[in-house]
């Protein structure tokens, strides 16, 4: 099965990775990006931070209290402080588990708000994103965004950025205790914190690569597992499964080895992590003992000391982790603001035109050309006139354009030079929810969705009723089934609408495309997928819709083609000839030959129907 390409800035080698970390702001600028989403929830996420910090101090009180402990009732054999020293240190134990239990109560909110926030407005972005855009990304790629990413981003708001800010005050705070204890033991504190944070940021840098690497795979190991699935009668139906099965194996052993190089990389950073607060914590107890013997230390003195090292052990340890979950949301974040950030170019106008009234469905072309980003232009140059309530059919060889002319009425596409007008004005120039309220379209390929058949054909029209519905249905042909189906409108078609058959989805399409009663309707060959027994039914009910509407009919049928009024040959780009049928059929040989292919593929059609 082949795949769409996606973006360049995909590679899977670290230099890629490199470009577009370049390419892209720091770490800190796309961290920021984030505060709008985080700044209505402030309040909350100042508790937060408060409960954190004061959980932390209560747990460096601790030592200090053991200090006093051991240097006033221990060393002095009284016992009098003693049960409050003992007392203190329970309080400040109990105040430290109930701060914390504080934190994560009400951090949850707050950071699944943000994630629920931002993923409804990568929906909402991907719904006004043009579809050429959807033309170039995978789907995985977008649904990894939506989901991992995002994930990621959450735990990000929830944790790392609570306890980076909380960690590193409480790391100045420890610090500044064992100064006040010993300038000594701050030095030799000193001597394993720092080479931690340098050896920390070099880490973490080698680690942020590694991750958006991952990311990436990951996301087009969800693309393959999703084309398999919607694909999955074509991979039966060819015998592709097992040669899809290894693409899908490689791309797995791809993503774990990235992920086992991630590993690899915390686990060089935990063993330095581990290793150099040890380090530090034994020099400690060395000079320590020496200041001990030489009268300059109290025991309470080290043993307070070695207790705030030892506390301070994972606030330190941490901070590399910690840089590890920043850099792997900033990672994530930088996967979100590139769809965000890609440009919305179909849009309503700042001062939308109002539809004409009455309004009578005139189309023209005038002097339309369309091109594709590469350059490649499909139309040179289209000048076409609907009249109102006018049935054109637009027929031309297999990759003509036909599909992108149509495709311009609505505007899912812009051209590129000229213009396409209703009733005299640009369709550029009106509201695009007013626009796609009048034009009516049907596609080759029906797409359904997971939702019931009066919800699947009353999509484009708000508050459509039951009786609008069934007349749809009726001028579609698809009422006898819709009824036969368990629960009738009601029924729940399944994803795709795979459990009907391709003409039961195209005749719902086509039933959506007609509920609205639109004064302009294109249908880019809506009836393929039916027998030429049904075809005529659906046909001769469209006749009946058709009058007083203004229809752009695709054809790759002679018996859709007795449809239109008047037909339009494209090919080269341009409006080669236009008339009736009959007199293209008299004048025009290479219309007789188009048509002499298309009769040939419904003979086909109608031998394998019978």
Known sequence: MLTVGRPSYFGDDLEGAHRVSDQRNSTIRTLRRLWPYVRPHRARMTVVVSATMLAMLCGLGIPLLTQRIVDGPIQNKQTELLPWLI????????????????????VARPAAEVEARMRFDLYQHLQRLPVAFHDRWQSGQLLSRATNDLTT???????????????????????????????????????????????????EKKFKVVARRAQDQA????????????????????????????????????????????????????????????????????????????????????????????????????????????NQAASALERYWE????????????????????????????????????????????????????????????????????????RLADVTGGRVTIDGVDVRDLALEDLRRVVGTAFEEPVLFSASVAENVGLGVPDVSEAAVREALRVAKAEEFVDALPWGLATRIGEQGLSLS????????????????????????????????????????????????????????????????????????????????RTLLETNEEYRRLLSNMDSEEIVEEEVAS
């Open 87 to 106: 007392l203190g240190v329970l309080v400040l134990g109990v105040s430290e588990a109930t701060l914390f239990y504080i934190r994560r109560k009400i």
């Open 153 to 203: 981003v959450r735990r990000f708001v929830a944790f790392a950025v609570v306890f980076l800010i909380v960690n590193s005050a409480v790391v100045l705070i420890g610090l500044g205790i064992i100064a006040a204890l010993s300038p000594w033991l701050l030095i030799v504190s000193l001597c394993g914190a720092l080479p931690l944070m340098v050896i920390s940021y070099f880490f």
């Open 219 to 326: 996301g087009d190991l969800t693309t393959t597992v999703e084309e398999s699935v919607l694909g999955i009668r074509v991979l039966k139906a060819f015998g592709r499964g097992p040669e899809l099965s290894k693409r899908f194996l490689a791309q797995a052993h791809e993503l774990r080895a990235t992920e086992l190089n991630k590993i690899s990389i915390l686990a060089a950073l935990w063993s330095v992590l581990i290793v150099l607060p040890e380090l530090s914590i034994a020099g400690m107890l060395g000079v320590g003992a020496i200041g001990i013997i030489n009268g300059s230390m109290t025991v309470g003195t080290l043993i307070a000391a070695v207790a705030v090292s030892a506390y301070l052990r994972w606030p330190i340890d941490s901070i590399g982790w910690l840089l590890a979950e920043t």
């Open 339 to 410: 769809v965000i950030d890609s440009p919305v170019t179909i849009t309503s106008p700042a001062e939308p035109a109002p539809l004409p009234t009455p309004l009578r469905g005139h189309v023209r072309f005038e002097g339309v050309r369309f091109a594709f980003e590469d350059g490649n232009e499909v139309l040179s140059g289209i000048d076409l006139d609907l009249r109102p309530g006018e049935t054109v059919a637009l027929v031309g060889a297999t990759g003509s354009g036909k599909t992108t002319l149509t495709a311009l009425v609505p």
């Open 502 to 581: 391709g003409g039961q989805r195209q005749r719902l399409a086509l039933a959506r495309a007609v509920v609205g009663r639109p004064a302009v309707l294109v249908l880019d060959d809506p009836l393929s997928a039916l027998d030429v027994h049904t075809e005529a039914e659906v046909e001769a009910a469209l006749r009946r819709v058709l009058r007083g509407v203004t229809a752009l009919v695709v054809a790759h049928r002679p018996s859709t083609v007795q449809l239109a009024d008047r037909v339009a040959m494209l090919a080269g780009g341009r409006i080669t000839a236009i008339g009736t049928h």
